[in-house]
């Protein structure tokens, strides 16, 4: 494929421009000293409703939201659309646990979930466990944003791997030194690129294919055909995905705001009330994910070919780039190089808050509880700095050296592997009634039973015989049937029944547990209480007070 010199060109001098707004950044309220993690790390703890709205959405809806979701609708139908119910139930589902998260954070200054686990049960073991859990997880996601930027280079015609390592290089650099600063700011770009391009290109594509019927018809006549039927593909969901859809659905909503990276963007909101109607507007992200996923539809209407792909030997190429190549195809050159933009900078923003969440736990949650626990501020907030460069670092290694499709693998598998949190995190805002090594249990049980589970499954597509995807065969289990269900909804099952019974079995044994240091008004506080302090006086030590 020859170089677009115009699309590439337009997308360069966007992509230095949000560059320099990282930069930028570091003066944008400017504090007395960066070198802190509630500065570094959470912009202050002061951003209003409009800023986190940015910030959140641009966290959320990565770049590779954008780019997988209508490359699974293109390959897959009906499945794809997971990510729009996902996206629906998830708000009402999280808005109180948010809440409550929020204020007990800014009352005993936590940084990170794990600092929360800490102090409510009493259990570095279990504090480590989610710190790690949520490093781990993460990693995979960040390498992912790399995939929407070589998704886009790659339709315009640029190949390698080095504009990829130079784009992530200055993305290090600024994030180093603005800190959350920096993707905060960066977002009203990538936004507002993003919208203006889904409304531009749902109006012209249908108009330019002859209309929705046609099409959907394209659609239903490649999803008709026998192998497409085999694989389970089809404009409808059939008896046996059905069940994998809606727990898949559910277990994803439940998984997203456990990640550390979402949690970030909460801690850094001004007030409970910033959280609250930001739990109410972010649902206009999910009307625009809808409307990406049917570009997927709108590929095999335009007989959209992937890179790589061979139809004939029945290669199929790398799907991610049917959205570039849409775009390529529907718009004048200029339009297109925008909207290459949008999905590239829209990489930035989720990586830089990722690999700031990650880097806050290591330092808060292993650097400081198990390495130097007296660490001053000013430690602390340099070693996030060098651990988020090596976050970075380790992502474009996962990219470079592994194939494509081992990332997205990791990162099924970072979806299974962080619902083992929620017990202690989202359940435990509410009651402290889980014994300290119930939890410690549970997270043992469900872990190994979803690994066991990712291992059994397939990948027909790729020819590989384990850690195929995350859609379990029920018959694995001994019952008679042909449906499949998400893995992670099976193993956070079994997480919550083994923390019930050991917490039930250790407190009749009356077997000594963990001290909860924080208290049930912690959990209402709101900005303006008398115990929303500034947080500075309230670490002191650069620790929780918690601790």
Same mark, same amino acid.
């Given at each position: ?7 590439? #060109? ?18 944008? !309220? ?14 202050? !703890? ?54 409550? %998260? ?15 686990? !800490? ?66 700011? /960066? ?6 690129? /993003? ?19 046609? /099409? ?61 109607? +930001? ?39 790398? !799907? +991610? ?91 099924? /598998? ?6 083992? #949190? ?36 397939? +990948?027909?597509? #790729? ?31 079994? +997480? ?9 079995? %250790? ?16 959990? #209402? ?23």
């Amino acid at each position: 494929m020859e170089v677009q010199v115009t699309e590439l #060109t337009i997308f360069i001098v966007l992509f230095a421009f949000v560059s320099v707004l990282g930069f930028v950044a570091s003066r944008w !309220r400017r504090p007395d000293t960066m070198e802190h993690l509630d500065e570094w790390g959470l912009g202050g !703890r002061n951003f209003g409703g409009w800023i986190t709205w940015f910030l959140l959405g641009g966290d959320l809806y990565t770049a590779y939201t954008f780019v997988a979701v209508p490359a699974l609708m293109f390959g897959a139908g009906a499945m794809g659309f997971f990510a729009l119910p996902y996206t629906v139930v998830l708000y009402p589902l999280v808005l109180i646990p948010l809440v409550r %998260l929020w204020s007990v954070s800014h009352v005993h200054g936590f940084v990170t979930p794990a600092d929360f686990v !800490r102090a409510r049960f009493g259990s570095s073991t279990m504090a480590l466990l989610v710190a790690i859990t949520g490093i781990v997880a993460t990693m995979p996601y960040i390498a992912l944003q790399l995939v929407g930027i070589e998704a886009v280079l790659k339709a315009m015609g640029v190949e390698g791997k080095w504009p990829i390592t130079i784009a992530f290089l200055i993305l290090a650099i600024y994030t180093y030194n603005s800190g959350l600063r920096a993707p905060a700011l /960066i977002a009203f770009v990538k936004d507002t690129l /993003i919208y203006l391009t889904v409304i531009v290109a749902i109006v012209v594509i249908p108009t330019k294919l002859g209309g929705w019927d046609a /099409i959907f018809a394209a659609a239903g006549e490649k999803f008709s055909q026998p192998a497409a039927q085999a694989a389970g593909s089809g404009l409808l969901l059939n008896a046996n995905n059905q069940l994998n859809y809606v727990t898949l659905a559910f277990g994803s909503a439940l998984a997203l705001f456990l990640y550390p990276h979402s949690l970030t963007g909460v801690l850094a909101a001004r007030s409970r009330d910033t959280v609250k109607r +930001n739990m109410a507007a972010l649902p206009a992200y999910s009307f625009v994910l809808g409307l990406l996923a049917l570009l997927g539809l709108m590929a095999i209407a335009a007989e959209i070919v992937p890179v790589g792909a061979d139809p004939a030997a029945g290669v199929p190429g790398d !799907r +991610n780039t049917v959205v570039p190549l849409l775009f390529g195809w529907a718009f004048p050159s200029w339009f297109a190089g925008i909207a290459f933009a949008a999905i590239g900078i829209g990489a930035l923003v989720p990586a830089a808050v990722m690999s700031i969440a990650a880097a806050n736990l290591f330092t808060r949650n292993i650097y400081t509880e198990y390495i130097r626990r007296d660490a001053s501020p000013r430690e602390e907030a340099q070693v996030s700095k060098l651990v988020s460069l090596v976050v970075k670092f380790v992502a474009v290694v996962l990219v470079l050296g592994l194939d494509t499709q081992y990332s997205i693998d990791l990162q099924l /598998i970072g979806g299974v592997i962080i619902l083992q #949190t929620l017990p202690a995190v989202a359940l435990g805002v509410f009651t402290r009634w889980f014994h300290k090594w119930a939890l410690v249990a549970g997270w043992v049980a469900g872990m190994v039973f979803g690994f066991w589970m990712l291992w059994t499954i397939p +990948n027909p597509a #790729t020819d590989r015989k384990h850690f195929g995807g995350s859609a379990f065969k029920l018959s694995e289990l001994g019952v008679d049937t042909k449906w499949t269900i998400y893995a992670g909804f099976l193993s956070v099952a079994l +997480n919550l029944i083994v923390v019930a019974l050991v917490t039930w079995g %250790l407190r009749a044994g009356k077997v000594a547990d963990g001290e909860d240091v924080t208290k049930p008004s912690d959990y #209402t506080a709101e900005q303006g209480d008398p115990k929303v302090r500034d947080i500075p006086e309230l670490v002191g030590d650069g620790r929780p007070s918690a601790t």
